[in-house]
Nanobody
Framework: QVQLVESGGGLVQAGGSLRLSCAASGGTFSIYPMAWFRQAPGKEREFVAAISWSGGNTYYKDSVKGRFTISRDNAKNTVYLQMNSLKPEDTAVYYC???????????WGQGTQVTVSS
């Protein structure tokens, strides 16, 4: 089973940018589809972005299209989420997920907090 560690979260003003990283160890990272999810206090966990194992296909939640970019570097066993033009409603704990389409939900990291102030 792959282990995932997210980093790069923090406090930023509206309109600012953050770049999240997810470092993987164990498993075979290069063949795993990867995704980012987020969860705000009192709300359901929601899909943000996903990327195929080769990086050739990406998918985004409608509200982040044009602002967020998911990418991966298989040589570094790392997936990224570049977040631009951040809004207060983007405030949440962001989770990296390996193989999100597995029946068991895949493997999840511990999450990294993103807080966007108005």
């Amino acid at each position: 089973q792959v282990q995932l560690v997210e980093s790069g979260g923090g406090l930023v003003q509206a309109g600012g940018s953050l770049r999240l990283s997810c470092a993987a160890s164990g498993g075979t990272f290069s063949i795993y589809p990867m995704a980012w999810f987020r969860q705000a206090p009192g709300k359901e966990r929601e899909f943000v972005a996903a990327i195929s194992w080769s990086g050739g296909n990406t998918y985004y939640k409608d509200s982040v299209k044009g602002r967020f970019t998911i990418s991966r570097d298989n040589a570094k066993n790392t997936v990224y989420l570049q977040m631009n033009s951040l809004k207060p409603e983007d405030t949440a704990v962001y989770y990296c997920v390996a193989e999100p389409d597995r029946i068991d939900g895949g493997s999840w990291g511990q999450g990294t907090q993103v807080t966007v102030s108005s």
